[in-house]
């Protein structure tokens, strides 16, 4: 194929495919459908980087994402991306489920429980910290080189909010999550009470119980 037909082709693609992204986005918008977003960097990952040799650390990054990806069926949660040491995925983003909510704190659940379960190569366990935030985004494929699927808006921020204030080995739910919950789900929270989130003030958020 000549090179300029075959450039001309891939840019239609780009364009078809971000066009269709976009229309599914406003239909979801429109409808008002809930997200919910999580992070789960490794806690002591910055020391980690620095005391080991670059191959230990993709090793083990790749240990620990190929187990969430895993777990990603099971659950009924959309992976959306990695960033870094982050894993980010949503349920309820696709198709419309009561349940997002339930969905995506057991799937957290599941993720403390899988990162245990893996060696760090500064001795003990993996210990992640799981942030859980439900609200609306907007999603879509941006940018010409290398473009991808990715997730915009508030809802981001404050699931990584949860993250960054939460505790290692813990998954930290918004209120706003908590109060989607089945009553048997809400019995398993705990109350923690004035967290300080960065632009949001002092919020109440709620930590899953230890098994």
């Known amino acids: 194929m000549d090179k300029y037909v075959r450039k001309l082709v891939i840019e ?3 364009v078809v495919a971000q066009t269709l992204y976009t229309l599914l986005c406003m239909q979801q918008m429109r409808a008002g459908e809930q ?3 999580d992070m789960m960097p490794q806690q002591g990952y910055t020391e980690l980087a620095d005391k080991v040799e670059p191959e230990q650390v993709m090793l ?3 240990q620990l994402f190929s187990r969430y990806d895993a777990l990603c069926s099971t659950h009924g949660v ?3 991306e990695t960033i870094g ?3 980010m995925g949503a349920t309820g983003l696709l198709t419309d489920d009561p349940q997002h909510a339930s969905r995506m704190v057991d799937f957290g659940a599941a993720l403390v429980a899988a990162a245990a379960a893996v060696d760090s190569p500064l001795g003990g366990s993996v210990r992640v910290r799981v942030g859980v935030h439900t609200g609306r985004v907007m999603s879509g494929v941006i ?3 290398r473009a991808r699927y990715c997730l915009f ?3 981001v921020n404050m699931a990584s909010r949860m993250e960054s204030t939460g505790l290692p080995g813990r998954v930290q739910i918004s209120e706003e999550t908590f109060s989607l919950l089945p009553a048997q789900q809400q019995a398993g929270c705990e109350l923690r009470e004035a967290v300080p989130v960065k632009g949001k003030g002092t919020l109440r958020t709620y930590l ?3 098994q």
């Open 143 to 145: 940018g010409s080189i």
């Open 85 to 87: 040491d982050c894993w």
């Open 60 to 62: 083990l990054l790749h």
């Open 12 to 14: 239609l693609g780009l």
């Open 35 to 37: 997200i919910i977003h």
């Open 153 to 155: 808006g508030d809802t």
């Open 208 to 210: 899953l119980k230890q």
């Open 78 to 80: 959309y992976k959306v």
